[in-house]
């Protein structure tokens, strides 16, 4: 049995581990990259069972049951139905119910709903739709005069126009010139692939590049009709590319704001600084539902409630395109939105990124397909196909749900594109080769770098009629039909085209007041003891936390670089920190703020605000085993120290999914779940202190919060609800805020806290340990020295591994911590230093170590012959005792040694159990 984790006693930092990679396999193969980009073809598991399920305690924590209290009610099929009844036409038979009988979640007590599924099983029933029992929609009419025109574009284009129309590549691996010769559809710019050095650019540097590639597709040399293309790129929370947007609130955040009104709003404005960097096309509305948050994408979905997404579908696409008919439909200003990702990618099993969503078709329908309903029905012009499999069959390919479903009984009128080199998942595809797709209904092929190759076997594959004739002139008259209603036809190049340049609207009054109401709009209010908030702005205040001076920490994943993260606010020109929105209230007021990032500093202060809470991340960097809180570069226990002292706390924290806290709802007075709020800070400030009297904490939590971190999928259908705060949860000013002690008892067990042994992961080292060349820290990638090259590359995933180059016979590489670190026991248990590893030009043999202090080393060394494919190699910790290293003192868990010239790959390097109870003692 298995020692309960106490986390006021032992605060562990070990707790995001992939310890489960022992029970999944990888079923996809990755696309060569050169560049940090996004949408990178990555690791898709198939997991097994590897989360021990806990049985959930009866008793809740006693939260108020002041009337003043809101919640929303549960979603159900039947109210989804009756928000979208003004869209919808009525089916042909009766859908299939979602099994669920809706009750409201009141605050006394959290009643239960019949769940639809049991957990997360394997259905038994066959991968098969029945569009029949789908919503069927009612779209806007198609416009006859751009039928026309497509009618005659058509027949002026050759079979490699025809060809080139569906391929979309990446801004970091197409010229202009490329985008000319083998006339391309799109252009897209990954998370990091902006024009330039930097992820991100300026909006000179956008429109620089936005331009080339638009005079380069309509040059109408060598061909009848030359046709524009559209360039799209990832802005998900305003456009988070360009250095000086808004950074809106994430939309977790904004489902808890609850405001559909307000979404509309922001989606005009992101539109309006897309046009100052010459992009036409967001890759934004995300849909997804997520049911588990273990999902490293769970901040980007609204609600584990489909109604509230379905509320926001159609009014996403209202502030992106307009609405169709009216004067300013995808006027100046305007962008082509598109609805992703279809679907299901928030029901994958263990919310897994880019997994199986292994749900039944009803699930499936009722509450993932929500929010794809109003976007629908409101004319969303594209729709972006998952990564994500249901029942085992990849969305590239899944035709009964792209074709049948979407285009015939959804009544979509615009085109599907896929994700980073997504038609590679299918069984029989590669990232260069894939006419399955195309023929199950996808349009667009999005192939970064893989684009060349899948253009000339898709050209072989039209011209053999392995890909239909009809098909593919369906594809191409669907792409044709978004381009034509966007205007790119009649546009100027970008730079010429209204707000084009117009920097002054970065970051405008009105664009900040409104990303302001959003952050003041998302906060949700957890406790508020004795009722300690709003704040006197003229008391002595001490703020604490490495979240309170960094907007990048605070604005999450996809903001300048696509993991987000470690860039200075002098980057955010037009954005203000939360500390700095703290300050601007407290000293207008005669009062006084001290800023101590560790709270170390035993300074007075009258009251602490501490923020805090997870560092950025995005899509399957995210994923994590359960959903405790880890803490990172500040240490909440602290906290217990001002408490202890009279001094009341109040937590800020910032995370990108409900985690579990009570440790530090314990040590808070008062606690703000503030999600991922962006670039204005200040609207904390504004709900700390009631700068304005009409201000009140408004926002509802939109996903249930857990009491155990074990509680991974808790969403109020299911008949096993027990949330330590329910959905729809919130307090206002005034509300009986008071909550009881709460067990700290995570639910987790000692066998979960295997990063102890982890110390190279997802293209991440982990804290302690760090990378060293002869003994020396190293800085952030890439690395350069004179005598070695460190460089991100990919194995499973991107940039998950490092390629490491030696320039030197004499350099040492190694992953070493900063004090000793005690493996005897691991040694004398038969565990292995394992990692996958390769030579990338040629076989090598390199001389893996483990090392102690460098004032007392211990260092022996394994030979290993790589080859240019990667293997997984293991070394028995016992083989490197018995050469004489002392387990008890290692400071260098891994090193590598080899000739000059020589550069290999490194990734998942961990300590893992003997596989054969036979020492392997390298070559």
């Not at 709802?665 to 204005?680: H, K, Q, T, V």
């Amino acid at each position: 049995m298995f020692m309960k984790m106490h986390r006021k006693r032992v605060r562990l930092d070990t707790l995001n581990s992939f310890s489960y990679l022992k029970t999944v396999f990888l079923i996809a193969f990755m696309a060569v990259d050169q560049r940090r980009k996004r949408y990178k073809m990555r690791t898709i598991f198939h997991p097994g069972d590897y989360f021990s399920k806990k049985s959930l305690g009866a008793d809740r924590a006693q939260i108020s049951s002041n009337s003043s209290v809101r919640f929303f009610r549960p979603s159900t099929a039947t109210a989804v139905a009756a928000l979208l009844s003004v869209t919808l036409v009525s089916c042909i038979s009766t859908p299939e119910p979602f099994e669920s009988n809706p009750v409201d979640v009141v605050a006394e007590q959290s009643q239960t709903i019949t769940p639809p599924v049991s957990g997360d099983t394997m259905s038994t029933q066959e991968p098969l739709i029945r569009p029949e029992l789908w919503p069927a929609v009612t779209t806007p009419p198609l416009d006859p005069f751009i039928e026309a025109r497509i009618d005659e574009i058509m027949s002026k284009l050759t079979l490699e126009q025809k060809v080139g129309q569906v391929i979309q590549a990446d801004s970091g691996s197409v010229t202009p010139e490329q985008v000319k010769t083998y006339r391309l559809g799109s252009v897209l710019s990954g998370g990091n692939s902006a024009p330039g050095p930097m992820p991100y650019a300026d909006a000179d540097t956008w429109l620089e590049a936005a331009d080339a590639y638009f005079e380069a597709s309509i040059d109408s040399e060598g061909v009848e009709i030359a046709v524009p293309i559209i360039w799209g790129i990832d802005a998900v929370h305003g456009h988070a590319n360009l250095r000086g947007a808004i950074v809106f609130p994430h939309n977790i955040g904004l489902g808890a704001a609850n405001n559909p009104d307000l979404i509309e709003q922001i989606a005009r404005i992101t539109a309006l600084e897309l046009s100052v960097s010459g992009h036409d096309w967001t890759f934004a509305p995300t849909l997804a539902v997520p049911q588990n948050d273990r999902w490293g994408r769970t901040y980007e979905g609204f609600s584990e409630d489909p109604s509230i997404v379905a509320s926001y579908g159609d009014r996403i696409v209202y502030g992106l395109q307009g609405r169709v008919g009216d004067d300013d439909f995808m006027g100046p200003g305007r962008v082509i939105p598109s609805a992703k990702h279809f679907l299901g990618d928030g029901g994958t099993l263990d919310g897994v990124d880019q997994g199986d969503a292994q749900i039944s078709e009803a699930e499936l329908r009722d509450i993932h397909g929500a929010g794809y309903v109003t976007a629908v029905a409101a004319g969303a012009q594209t729709v972006m196909a998952s990564f994500s499999a249901w029942q085992g069959q990849r969305m590239h390919g899944q035709k009964e749900l792209l074709t049948d479903m979407l285009k015939d009984r959804m009544n979509f009128k615009g085109f599907i594109v896929g994700d980073w080199n997504g038609h590679a998942l299918i069984p029989g595809c590669t990232a260069t080769d894939c006419p399955e797709s195309l023929n199950a209904g996808l349009d667009m092929y999005m192939a970064p770098d893989s684009w060349q190759g899948l253009y000339y076997s898709t050209l072989e594959h039209a011209k053999s009629g392995r890909i239909p004739a009809e098909r593919l002139d369906d594809a191409v008259r669907r792409i044709l039909r978004v381009k034509l209603a966007s205007g790119v036809f009649e546009k100027a190049r970008p730079s010429a085209r209204p707000y084009a340049g117009d920097t002054d609207m970065l970051g405008s009054d009105a664009h900040r007041a409104v990303a302001r109401q959003a952050v003041r709009e998302s906060l949700v209010l957890l406790k508020n003891e004795n009722n300690l908030l709003p704040l006197s702005a003229g008391q002595t205040v001490l703020v604490i936390g490495d979240g309170a001076d960094s907007i990048s920490k605070a604005a999450g994943g996809w903001t300048l670089s696509w993991q987000g993260g470690g860039f200075p606010n002098s980057e955010f020109p037009n954005g203000e920190s939360i500390l700095s929105g703290i300050q601007t209230v407290v000293e207008a007021n005669g009062g006084t703020v001290i800023f101590d990032p560790e709270g170390q500093s035993g300074e007075p202060a009258d009251v602490v605000i501490a923020v805090y809470g997870e560092d950025p991340y995005a899509e399957f960097q995210g994923d994590t085993e359960h959903v405790d809180f880890t803490p990172n570069a500040f240490d909440p226990l602290i906290l217990n120290d001002y408490k202890s002292k009279g001094v009341p706390v109040v937590s800020v924290f910032l995370s990108g999914r409900p985690l579990w806290t009570n440790p530090e709802l314990n040590a808070s007075d008062a606690f703000i779940a503030a999600w991922l709020p962006g670039s204005e800070g200040g609207g904390i400030a504004d709900l700390l202190f009631q700068t304005d009297p009409g201000f009140d904490f408004t926002g509802r939590l939109s996903y249930s919060w857990p009491k155990l971190a074990t509680q991974v999928k808790l969403n109020a259908h299911h008949a096993a609800y027990d949330p330590l705060f329910a959905l729809g949860y919130g307090l206002s000013y005034g509300d009986d805020g008071n909550v009881a002690q709460l067990s700290e008892e995570s639910g987790l067990d000692l066998s979960n806290q295997t990063k102890r042994g982890v110390f190279f992961s997802k293209g991440e080292v982990t804290s302690p340990w760090m990378l060293t060349e002869n003994g020396s820290p190293l800085g952030t990638l890439p690395i350069d020295s004179d005598t070695l090259s460190i460089t991100a590359t990919d194995f499973a995933a991107q940039e998950d591994s490092l390629r490491v180059s030696f320039k030197s016979d004499a350099t040492i590489f190694a992953i070493a911590a900063g004090y000793e670190h005690d493996f005897s026991r691991e040694s004398n248990g038969d565990m292995e230093l394992t990692f996958q590893a390769k030579s990338f030009d040629r076989p090598a043999t390199v001389q893996f170590g483990m090392n102690c202090d460098p004032d007392r080393p211990c260092s022996a060394q394994l030979p290993v012959t790589l080859s240019e494919e990667w293997q997984e190699v293991r070394l028995t910790l016992s083989c490197f005792a018995d050469l004489g290293v002392r387990m008890t003192e290692i400071e260098s868990a891994l090193t590598a040694q080899a000739k000059q010239g020589v550069s290999i790959g490194l990734s998942d390097v961990r300590i893992t159990a003997d596989l054969n109870a036979v020492a392997d003692c390298g070559d």
